[in-house]
């Protein structure tokens, strides 16, 4: 299992990068981590014929706090992410999905920009981004636009970004207070692709009712799937065993759309759902009535 | 005509200087261009793990990284950990003590995860290095003298 051939080039500025983009159009590749690249071009499932090698961009890589939000480099690696304390402080939903997106070892290289752009319907990380309403900055040669999480995933490896365009930044807004987070998975094996994962955000009011929810699934479609209705049926409500079985079942049974694998049936998969969107919702319901993103 | 693009790469303290085709993987590389075989190739595709060696300090998987991406670089392979072939590390040590394998296929690769982590985590729970464990597969030893020899390698590390 050996790549095909393809020219390399190696820039090291987002200028440059964006130029090479614009003179080679689809035939370019872009290689961030090569988590997910590197091993369907050993498989020759993808044989670009030029990849330009992100990883001396060092102007992709940074994570830094700007007023309410934190911006991050599209090449800061996942395992920064993982042991960043801005992170664990601002966004508990990201650290706590963290130890979860594969091994050490490929979080090591792996980057959050190239795990987005590659769009896999089970990855952690787009459906972390979609939960915290994260905004992607868009780079072309001659333009830049930004573009909500929501209308970022567009299918199965499909992103919003265009063949001349790169992701550059990913913006993340500050969180409400009172929010409490969950994020659980079902995996043959730890770092494993998972069966069935969510991500839960609760949002409680001064009454402890349920201001905002958000409930983003993955492997539950053709890319991170949000479930509107689930979220709605929680909003204005207290905490109660009733109200989270019949989110649960909503979602689980009528919002998300599992395909099935080797591993697990649709069927499997949606009680894989019922049963985390439970746990998720409780424990996150308990972080917002005890602690608060600051 | 095949692009060929000259590296200077440092691969256990010692400095290599080639040129290479911009596919070639950083495994095969080490394999077959300097000839350090130590370094295991399994399934090239980033799940087994064999291949894992030390990229600036950090463990990664060579398998899943081009040659030219090391240009520059330092790279640790399980031929750097002994001081010579009388004084195993403390790792390999504790391998052989414990019987931490039986054919080795995965060996080095385990080991290449283990320098990094056990720097990080001098004293981990069982719990810990099972799943710093979690990204190299071994399909002999059901793990159990893996997770031994780990023990000992941090009790002999201290």
Redesign the interface.
């Known amino acids: ?8 080039h ?1 820039p090291t500025s987002i200028e440059e990068t964006l130029i090479l983009l614009h003179n080679s159009g689809s035939e370019a590749k872009l290689l961030a981590g ?2 997910s690249l ?2 369907a071009m ?2 020759r499932v993808v044989q670009p014929s030029v ?1 330009i ?1 992100l ?1 001396r961009v060092k102007e992709l890589d940074y994570l830094r706090e700007d007023g309410e939000c934190v911006r991050i480099g599209a090449m800061a690696r996942e ?1 920064r992410l993982e042991l960043e304390p801005l992170i664990s402080k601002r966004y508990p939903l990201l650290e706590e999905a963290m ?1 979860h997106v ?5 979080r ?2 792996g980057t959050l920009g190239g795990s987005l752009a590659n769009a896999d319907p089970a990855a952690e990380l787009p459906v972390i981004m979609l939960a915290l309403g994260a905004r992607m900055k868009v780079r072309s040669a001659d333009a830049e636009r930004w573009v909500e999480a929501s209308d970022f995933f567009l299918g199965m490896f499909t992103t919003a970004v265009g063949p001349e365009e790169m992701l550059a930044e990913i913006e993340l807004p500050s969180q409400p207070s009172q929010t409490g987070w969950s994020f659980l998975e079902v995996a043959p ?3 494993d692709y998972a069966l069935m994962g969510v991500a839960a955000l609760v949002t409680l009011d001064e009454n402890q009712k349920c201001k905002q929810a958000r409930l983003v699934y993955l492997n539950a479609g053709d890319g991170p799937l949000v479930a509107k209705e689930a979220a709605q049926l929680l909003k204005g409500e207290t905490f109660n065993d009733e109200l989270i079985n019949s989110a649960a079942a909503l979602a689980s049974g009528q919002e998300i759309n599992p395909f099935g694998n080797i591993h697990a049936s649709p069927e499997f998969q949606r009680h894989l759902a019922n049963v985390l969107t439970k746990r998720a919702l409780k424990t996150a319901f308990k972080r917002a009535g005890e602690e608060s993103i600051q | 005509m ?2 060929m ?1 000259p590296v200077r790469i440092t691969v256990n303290e010692k400095v290599y200087q080639r040129e290479v ?3 070639v ?1 950083l495994s ?1 590389f080490l394999r077959h261009e300097l000839g350090l075989t130590g370094t295991h190739v399994g399934c ?3 799940v087994c ?1 064999a291949c ?1 060696i030390l ?1 600036d300090g ?4 060579s ?4 040659a ?2 090391a240009d520059g670089h330092e790279i640790t392979t399980v031929e750097g950990l002994a001081k010579d072939k009388d004084h195993l590390h403390p790792l390999q040590q504790a391998f052989w003590e414990a019987h931490g394998l039986q054919c080795g296929y995965c060996t080095p690769g385990i080991l290449m ?1 283990l320098i990094p ?1 056990l720097k990080q985590n001098p004293n981990p729970t069982e719990e810990e290095i ?3 464990l ?2 190299n597969l071994c399909r002999c030893t059901g793990y159990q003298h893996i997770v031994d020899a780990v023990k000992l390698a941090a009790e002999k590390m201290k």
């Open positions: 299992m050996k790549p095909a051939p393809f020219e390399y190696v090569g988590q590197v091993p050993n498989f990849l090698d990883n395992r130890p594969a091994h050490p070892q490929i090591n290289r094996r730890a770092g | 095949t692009q693009l085709e911009p596919r993987l095969d090239e595709h980033g793990g894992t990229f950090e463990s990664a998987r398998c899943l990284m081009f030219v991406q995860t982590f099972r799943h710093a979690s990204g």
